[in-house]
Every structure is written in structure tokens, then in C-alpha cells.
């Protein structure tokens, strides 16, 4: 009878359902554990947790725990342990209960890998049970990186805090660079700035790819009108890097672009916008659609997107998602690294606000010239973009983490099935 191997993973935030840039990566990568492995899966929760979301998971893994962090309390752990000399970051992601669960799972069996994703999830290595277990990281981003990035568009205290913040992810990035078998990153250049810091770091990209069957222009459900006159962006609307974008957007290019077009409509489509976000929507033209359940038919009756980023790590999601509905897309330098699109012929790139007026002036006055941006991008993330691709090199990284080795008999087990469970998924 085949065994599978034996995997933990360990997330930082619950994977289900794929509506913001983490969980779209977290999720693929459930599914693809659970169809090499036995899996068993630790997260948090820092919202309440939908039944569905319980079902899906529990439909692929063989144990979930879900651990609640939000409320006040986690920010005070977040104080603590900057007080202790170590990140925010780490404190944000602390469960005691969470810790305890991970440590009885790795009491009861060996697993065979352990594979966490993103760095904020070290801490829950500290088990007895997994210090001789192979480790698999995949950071994602590199988080420190993007610390040390709004450092340098604060100032005062926060400059301060983040820098700090920067410094201390660093280091725990080295140290998890040092214990894992295999680190990923989402792009090339999150992998050099990696390498940068830990040279000898076992480092891969395994490049973000898109569900091109769900963010498709001609599925049914995603059929909408297309309004020639409206602009959307689509993103997290209380994460940091998309608040300072659209802020910076809302004031320096909108005013100019609704001078020369007078019908333009902007709408802020995203989860949880921050007051910051509610203001912009006071300004004439703009609207915000919080928290709906399906953004494809805000991207099906867009003229075109926007993704006005200043501050990016790895690769955005939702320029993918946008050019696998062949939306035309225009965005920030910043939010194309990391993408094979090329500029004028998949997407436009603006820097400056004439740059984004003249971009966005030009799609909203020839709707041909979006058609052809946005089939000429559809077909491009359908050649580059297929997740089952884009996940393919790991298949290598877990095979080469547990390989046969004499002190661990349970690996060589689990390394001689593998192959043919994985060439089952």
C-alpha cells in the first residue's frame, strides 16, 4: 500500500478563501501538498472563520488547526516582543495555543518535511518534535525589505520602528536560511536580494502563476457591460503598500486625468479599507466597493486597471489577475518587477504623474487600443502563467528534502513512495 510523506505546514494566515495576494499563493500550495502528501496544517485566523472555509481545508488535510490572533492583545504581544529584542512581526503571529498544537502533533509522528510560509511562522519551530525534521521555507517576499522600503517614504518615530523592524526580520531570515533545506521566493529578485544577506542560502524562485479558468473574461458570471468611462484598481484595501499608492494616485494623477477626461470613474475595489481609503471616495469620481464576494465583474466592466504601487515586493497578483480577465493594465514600475509582461505590448508602465494622465487618457479614448493591450496580455499569462507550471520546480525541493539517509529511516520510507504519489497528483 502506498504511504505518502508525512508533511507540516505551517501558514500565517488561514489559506481559504484565495481573496487577497498571500492566501492566492498559500492556497495553491495547499492543494498541491495535499495532493503529494499526507498534510496536516497549522494557521491563524485573524477574522472569524467561515464554515466553508473549515470544510474546504479539512476536505484536503488530515488535521487543521485554526488559531485565532486579532483583537488588542495582539498588539500587545507585538510590543513584547520587540521589548525582547526580536520582531514586531513575530509577536503579530504568536498563538500559545497554536505553539502547543504543533508541538503534540510533532510529539505523535515524525513528519517527514515541515514547510512554512513565511517567516513569520518560525517561531513555531521551536518544538522539540521538529528540530531534526527537513525544512522547506518559502518566504514569499522578503519581508525585511519591504520594512526597510516604508522606512524610507516615513519619518519621525515610524522611520524609526520600521527600519528596526527591517533589521530584526533580517535576521530571523538569515537564521531560517541557515536551518532550511530549500528556501523559495516569489521571483528572481526577491531571490537575489536573499542571497545578498545569506549567500549560501539554498535559494529558488517559484514564480506566483494565475487560475486562469476563474479569472477568465468569457466565464459564465464574469459577463458584465463594459463601462468605456471607469478605472478600477483591485487590492487589499488595508494594506499598507496599496493605501500609500492610491493616496499618491488619488492626489497627483486623478485631479489632471479627470480634467482632460470628465468622465472617468475610479473605483476602489478590496477588502477592509482603511479611513484612510474612505477619504479618497469624498473625492469627485471616485467610489470604493468594499468587501464584495467576487471582484471579476468589477474587472469585466473596466475600460482598464490600475496599479499605482510605490512600495512592491515579489509579484502582484492583481496585475495578473486583471491581464488574465485581457483587461488592459497600467502600472507603476514597482508593480511590474518580477512579470515577464512586456511594457506596450501585455501592459503600460507609468512612473510620472503625466505619464499615468497620457496612458490612461489614451485607453479611455480608443476602446480598440484596449482590446488589443488586453487579449495580447490573456494570451501571454496563458503561455507563462499556469499555476501547475509555475509550482512544478518544487516537486525537486521536497523530493531532494527528504531524501534516504541513514538516520532517518522514516525519510527513506517515505522518499521511496514519494515519487509515485507525486506522478499521481
Not at 481559504?16 to 485566523?45: I, K, Y
Not at 510533532?106 to 512554512?116: G, N
Not at 522578503?142 to 520602528?161: E, F, M, N, P
Not at 509579484?315 to 511590474?336: G, H, R, W
Request: aromatic share 6%.
Amino acid at each position: 500500500m502506498l504511504v505518502k510523506p508525512r508533511i507540516l505546514l505551517l501558514v500565517h494566515r488561514v489559506p481559504f478563501p484565495p481573496n487577497r495576494g498571500d492566501r492566492v499563493r498559500s492556497w495553491q500550495l495547499v492543494q498541491w501538498l495535499a495532493a503529494r502528501s499526507t498534510l496536516d496544517l497549522a494557521t491563524l485566523a485573524d477574522e472569524p472563520v467561515p464554515e466553508e472555509t473549515w470544510m474546504t481545508l479539512r476536505s484536503l488535510c488530515r488535521r487543521v488547526a485554526i488559531e485565532p490572533i486579532g483583537g488588542a492583545a495582539r498588539w500587545l504581544r507585538a510590543a513584547k516582543s520587540l521589548a525582547a529584542g526580536r520582531s514586531a512581526t513575530e509577536g503579530l503571529f504568536a498563538s500559545c495555543r497554536l505553539r502547543d498544537t504543533v508541538d503534540a502533533w510533532s510529539r505523535q509522528e515524525r513528519y517527514d518535511a515541515a514547510f512554512v510560509f513565511c517567516s513569520s511562522m518560525a517561531p513555531y519551530l521551536a518544538s522539540r518534535g521538529l528540530s531534526d525534521v527537513p525544512l522547506i521555507v518559502d518566504f514569499v517576499d522578503v519581508d525585511s525589505q519591504k520594512w526597510r522600503d516604508y522606512a524610507a517614504k516615513t519619518r519621525g518615530i515610524k522611520r524609526r520602528l520600521f527600519a528596526l523592524e527591517g533589521r530584526r526580520l533580517g535576521r530571523l531570515e538569515q537564521q531560517l536560511c541557515r536551518q532550511a533545506k530549500s528556501v523559495v521566493v516569489v521571483s528572481e529578485d526577491e531571490a537575489e536580494l536573499l542571497r545578498a544577506s545569506s549567500p549560501d542560502a539554498p535559494v529558488r524562485a517559484v514564480e506566483n502563476g494565475v487560475d486562469l479558468d476563474y479569472f477568465n473574461p468569457n466565464a459564465a458570471g464574469a459577463l458584465h457591460g463594459a463601462n468605456p468611462h471607469e478605472i478600477a484598481f483591485v487590492g487589499a484595501l488595508d494594506y499598507r503598500a496599496n493605501v500609500d499608492g492610491l493616496t499618491w494616485f488619488c492626489e497627483h494623477v486623478w485631479p489632471e486625468l479627470r480634467i482632460r477626461a470628465p468622465s472617468a470613474e475610479l473605483t476602489l475595489v478590496g477588502r477592509c479599507p482603511t479611513p484612510a481609503v474612505l477619504a479618497l471616495s469624498k473625492i469627485p469620481g471616485v467610489s470604493i466597493a468594499a468587501n464584495v464576494p467576487d471582484v471579476r465583474p468589477y474587472l469585466a466592466r473596466a475600460a482598464a486597471v490600475v496599479a499605482p504601487l510605490r512600495i512592491a515586493r515579489g509579484i502582484q497578483n492583481k496585475v495578473l489577475e486583471a491581464t488574465a480577465m485581457a483587461k488592459p493594465v497600467v502600472a507603476s514600475p514597482q508593480a511590474l518587477t518580477g512579470l515577464s509582461l512586456v511594457r506596450g505590448e501585455h501592459v503600460l508602465c507609468a512612473a510620472k504623474p503625466h505619464e499615468w494622465v497620457a496612458a490612461l487618457q489614451d485607453l479611455l479614448d480608443s476602446p480598440e487600443n484596449c482590446r488589443r493591450l488586453g487579449q495580447a496580455a490573456r494570451l501571454h499569462v496563458e503561455r507563462h502563467y499556469r499555476w501547475s507550471a509555475r509550482l512544478a520546480p518544487l516537486d525537486d525541493l521536497l523530493a531532494a528534502a527528504i531524501a534516504p539517509s541513514e538516520a532517518s529511516p522514516i525519510a527513506d520510507r517515505a522518499s521511496a513512495t514519494c515519487a509515485v504519489a507525486w506522478s499521481d497528483g
